[in-house]
């Protein structure tokens, strides 16, 4: 038989424009998106989740520390996903 993997939650915050990209009701900064995942997935499984385009501009922060999109998640990970911006 097939072992089940287990499930993983994770919250994601958009910033940067993102928010406008992704088709979520209501969205909310404070409250993120909550989304369920096999456990060891990756960065990339989010990205792909939420439709996110032009993936090499968009920076990704993993419970405050940055990461690359074959970063591994773990249970009640915090995810910001933004697009940085320049000027002043």
């Known amino acids: 038989m097939f072992k ?7 919250t994601v915050r958009l910033s940067g424009g993102l928010d ?3 088709k979520v009701e209501d969205y909310e900064f404070s409250r993120g998106i909550p989304l369920v995942l096999r456990e060891g997935a990756r ?3 989010v990205v ?3 439709g996110l ?3 090499s501009r968009i920076l990704v ?3 405050g520390q940055k990461v690359g999109l074959d ?4 249970e009640a990970d915090e995810v910001l996903c933004l ?4 000027g002043g």
């Open 71 to 74: 970063h591994r998640l773990a």
């Open 4 to 10: 089940r993997r287990a499930a993983i939650r994770v």
């Open 48 to 50: 792909k989740k939420l």
């Open 20 to 22: 406008r990209e992704v």
């Open 53 to 55: 385009r032009n993936v």
């Open 83 to 86: 697009r940085p911006s320049v």
């Open 43 to 45: 960065v990339k499984a």
């Open 61 to 63: 922060v993993v419970n």
